[in-house]
């Protein structure tokens, strides 16, 4: 089973609100992913980490922000939630340079604003 | 840079057999596949590695064209619980956006009794 965790596992907040979404893992990973994930639909990668002080943004332009100070946590920052950001996000977690192996995915944070 | 994944969809009935496409215009270090049920986090079925390495489940297969960037996921004997939305992602080589797991739209699988 995997150990990655994220929470909340859903939040409703209201619109200008700063939030952020936890993700931590206990296996060690160097590198860390989160995607975001509209119902039913695809999954876009929004920031990685190669491991502690390396952040990227990803293919999808996201207003979040992301800091990787440790290597088990991964949070995801919000400055200022809107409409438009409500939607799942995923974090994932897998081994690091040269070591392809599967991402461990968490549950999810399904953030709703309003 | 994202990969193209096809069908978008497939109905099976319970025992018929499936194939699902992905290909990419960049070089590619690795195919991963996963397949995610409604309402439940993507789960890891099979990766894929330049040189032919392969891990993942028994019941699941997959080949990985390097030269073409093409992989294909065979799903045999279809189950009730193959049901689900099939994704997949790969790791491309070079420059900035290697280790960075992108994934394609997803192929849609309905296994009916």
């Known amino acids: 089973e995997a150990d990655i965790y994220q929470t909340p596992r859903y939040l409703v907040i209201g619109t200008g609100k700063k939030i952020t979404l936890e993700c931590s893992q206990t296996?060690?990973?160097?590198?860390m992913y989160w995607y975001q994930q509209d119902p039913g639909m695809e999954l876009h990668l929004i920031h990685y980490?190669?491991?502690?002080?390396?952040?990227e943004k990803g293919d999808l332009s996201s207003e979040s922000t992301v800091s990787r100070i440790r290597t088990e946590h991964f949070p995801l920052t919000l400055e200022s939630a809107r409409p438009s950001h409500t939607s799942q996000y995923l974090c994932?977690?897998?081994?690091?340079?040269?070591?392809?192996?599967?991402?461990?995915f968490g549950q999810g944070t399904r953030l709703t604003v309003v | 840079q994202q990969p193209v994944q096809s069908p978008q969809a497939v109905i099976l009935r319970e025992g018929e057999d499936a194939v699902i496409n992905c290909s990419s215009s960049?070089?590619?270090?690795?195919v991963h596949w996963y397949r995610q049920k409604h309402g439940e986090a993507p789960v890891f079925l099979m990766i894929?590695?330049?040189?032919?390495e392969q891990k993942g489940h028994e019941k699941i297969s997959a080949s990985f064209n390097e030269k073409k960037q093409q992989s294909s996921l065979y799903l045999t004997a279809s189950q009730l619980s193959y049901s689900g939305t099939y994704f997949c992602?790969?790791?491309?080589?070079?420059?900035?956006?290697?280790?960075?797991?992108?994934f394609g739209k997803g192929t849609k699988l309905s296994v009916k009794p």
């Open positions: 994932a977690s897998s081994e690091g340079q040269g070591r392809n192996t599967e991402a461990f």
């Open positions: 296996m060690g990973h160097d590198k």
């Open positions: 980490s190669y491991g502690v002080n390396s952040t």
């Open positions: 960049k070089a590619l270090y690795s």
């Open positions: 894929l590695l330049k040189g032919g």
């Open positions: 992602g790969t790791e491309m080589r070079g420059g900035g956006s290697q280790g960075n797991l992108i």
